[in-house]
């Protein structure tokens, strides 16, 4: 997948919505383009699975497609976007949980670790490594984290998001990245 980090201006977004909203394939893939990378980086953070996460870009843009007639001219169209694929990776989680019973969520689990400790240091990714810490996050903590850094909320947006108070919100933020530090410290050479 391509990295593209070349986000539109709110004008920019209301006029290439509008010429989707007609049909017009070509502003859909600039839309993609620019947006895949941190839509995967989100779904990615959450499902700990490439396939699954690269499955679950492409019915992210799918239902962005079906749903572009509700978005609001004036919203903000990240968060509309962040909020698509949240829900459709919760939904994906929810299946998947009932799909598989918890001895092979262990199994799986044990298995990441072994191949995490057996890396090739010459493919070091560093964003791979902050994922799979963040996923080691207990749940509150993990969302507030993934919607600070990659949503690039506002404590006060994340607080009216989740319907909890600010000072909430930069409690678990702080408790989240301590914990972050304890995890990455020793992967990458620091302080435990």
């Given at each position: 997948?391509?990295?593209?980090?070349?986000?539109?201006?709110?004008?920019?977004?209301?006029?290439?919505?509008?010429?989707?909203?007609?049909?017009?394939?070509?502003?859909?893939?600039?839309?993609?383009?620019?947006?895949q990378?941190?839509?995967?980086?989100?779904?990615?953070?959450?499902?700990?699975?490439?396939?699954?996460?690269?499955?679950?870009?492409?019915?992210?843009?799918?239902?962005?497609?079906?749903?572009?007639?509700?978005?609001?001219?004036?919203?903000?169209?990240?968060?509309?976007?962040?909020?698509?694929?949240?829900?459709?990776?919760?939904?994906?989680?929810?299946?998947?949980?009932?799909?598989?019973?918890?001895?092979?969520?262990?199994?799986?689990?044990?298995?990441?670790?072994?191949?995490?400790?057996?890396?090739?240091?010459?493919?070091?990714?560093?964003?791979?490594?902050?994922?799979?810490?963040?996923?080691?996050?207990?749940?509150?903590?993990?969302?507030?984290?993934?919607?600070?850094?990659l949503?690039?909320?506002?404590?006060?947006?994340?607080?009216?998001?989740?319907?909890?108070?600010?000072g909430?919100?930069?409690?678990?933020?702080?408790?989240?990245i301590?914990?972050?530090?304890?995890?990455?410290?020793?992967?990458?050479?620091?302080?435990?």
């Amino acid at each position: 997948m391509e990295q593209k980090y070349d986000y539109f201006s709110e004008s920019d977004i209301e006029f290439l919505l509008d010429r989707i909203k007609q049909g017009d394939k070509e502003a859909f893939m600039k839309l993609v383009n620019s947006y895949q990378q941190k839509v995967f980086a989100l779904t990615y953070s959450m499902v700990r699975e490439r396939e699954d996460a690269l499955d679950l870009v492409q019915e992210s843009f799918l239902r962005l497609y079906e749903k572009i007639n509700s978005y609001r001219p004036g919203e903000n169209f990240n968060a509309w976007l962040m909020q698509i694929v949240r829900n459709l990776t919760i939904d994906f989680l929810r299946r998947k949980k009932v799909r598989k019973s918890d001895s092979l969520e262990t199994l799986d689990l044990e298995r990441e670790d072994l191949s995490a400790k057996n890396e090739d240091p010459a493919r070091f990714n560093p964003g791979e490594m902050i994922y799979r810490a963040a996923s080691k996050l207990p749940e509150r903590q993990r969302l507030v984290f993934i919607l600070h850094h990659l949503e690039e909320l506002k404590y006060e947006e994340i607080a009216a998001r989740l319907k909890i108070s600010e000072g909430t919100v930069k409690s678990l933020h702080f408790k989240a990245i301590r914990k972050m530090r304890e995890l990455l410290g020793p992967q990458l050479g620091g302080e435990q």
